[in-house]
């Protein structure tokens, strides 16, 4: 079987205008969600080694919830079951602002931020419990050298895993067309049923999100160069 | 609440019948299709060592549902026959693991000694021989916590294939809420569901983590 290849799909109207759109809403979507992913992910992660019981506890709960259901089950449980829990005027006020997005925003960053987490508590580990104690030691309080001193130090060390949770991010929010965003792969099945040109359409879609990863890796991997913790590598290399 | 009950039955059957036999056919068939592209990515060839690295990135790099999309609209238009909407989900399920694989047995692989090979080159086996024998069984037993994990993955990933239709958990609950219009019990007992059988593998895997540090260091202290 012969397959006819016509790449001008791709930059003919109307679907050169939907496809600039549904690159910039997964572009949009991705940053969103990790911003949040990384806020939450930080101050979970830290959390867990709270002195407090409680904390700790509720810490490992996020953790695990999160973790532990599939991306898809959340968010069709942010769509379809959390505006029912609201009284119907908020509910429609909620669909008119876009719960599509909204919804996918808040999975994506709760079910990232289970794993950011994860990677804060590894480092947590890795930072020299010298560190921890000269922190307290000058006075600071069990918050305060961890604001200032430790989860800085985290951080930095756990910048190369970040950067697959930042890739893995972009990937994920693929998902968000079960819920009818118009994101990437979202328009590229739209191109696909309507062109009937599938070849061109997936290239396309997997050349984004293969790009988005490739920019990614390369902004985290300047961040990393210019974060490094000094002597942190060679004394882990000679241990 | 008895809606649930009522439809437990075919919620279970459709997790048993699609999510657990697609996720278990992408490992059993990708594990060892990765062993090959694992020492594939050790190889001193460079044509075998190229090939094996791009495939891995490219397939980390992209969506499952990209690798889904191709299998099930573009799959048909290369082999010339249709392809079943769960015949895809496989398909682009095991390739999507097979990259993960590969790079969770290479490090395995490099994680084994380099004198247990020389060791065994020099009793007079031959390279695949030292593989097969010497190295395989010691990196697979330092692999099964990350293999494990992997496989967890695979198994919530699996429900993606509701996207395309395939009549799996997700898609079965999407029914019954169309039927129904009971979301909030449906959706409840989906996440409930696989938050037990995910949170239980993942204890399961820091079980084994934990007996594994401790046989390490075991070892180390008697020798």
Known sequence: ?????????????????????????????????????????????????????????????????????????????????????????????LFNFGWEFGSAVLTLSLYTSAKVAEHVRAGAIAVDQKIKSSALSTGLTW?????????????????????????????????????????????????????????????????????????VAGLMSIIERNTRVPGLLRRGATD | MSLVFDNLGGLITALLWVNVRMTLTAVIVGFPIACLFAVGRLSRNPLIYYAVTVYVNVLRSSPLLMILFWAYYTGP???????????????????????????????????????????????????????????????VRKMVPSLLTQSIIAFQDSTIASIISVPDIVQVTTIINAREQRPIELYFALAIIFFIICYCLSRLVDYLEARQSRRILGVSKTT
């Open chain 1, 1 to 93: 079987m012969r397959i006819e290849f016509d790449w001008s799909v791709l930059w003919r109207p109307p679907f050169d205008e939907l496809i600039v759109s549904g690159i910039l809403t997964t572009i949009k979507l991705s940053l969103i969600a990790w911003v949040f992913a990384l806020i939450i992910g930080t101050l979970v992660g830290v959390a867990r080694g709270s002195p407090y019981r409680i904390v700790r506890f509720l810490a490992s709960a996020h953790v695990e919830i999160f973790r532990n259901i599939p991306l898809l089950v959340q968010l069709f449980f942010a769509y379809y079951v959390l505006p029912r829990l609201l009284p119907m005027d908020m509910r429609r006020e």
């Open chain 1, 143 to 215: 918050t305060q050298a961890h604001v200032y001193v430790i989860t800085p130090l985290i951080l930095r060390i756990i910048t190369p895993s970040l950067t697959s949770e930042f890739v893995t991010v972009f990937k994920s929010s693929s998902i968000a067309l079960a819920v009818g965003v118009a994101e990437t792969s979202f328009l590229t099945q739209q191109l696909g049923y309507q062109t009937f040109h599938w070849v061109e359409a997936n290239a396309l879609g997997t050349a984004v999100y293969l790009t988005c990863a490739g920019l």
């Open chain 2, 77 to 139: 238009m290369v082999t010339g026959h249709s392809t079943s909407a769960y015949m895809a989900a496989v398909i682009a399920l095991t390739a999507f693991e097979v990259a993960y694989f590969t790079e969770i047995v290479r490090a395995g692989l490099q994680a084994v000694a380099s004198r247990q090979r020389r060791a065994g080159l020099a009793t007079g086996l031959s390279v695949t021989q030292v593989y097969v024998f010497i190295i395989l069984p010691q990196a």
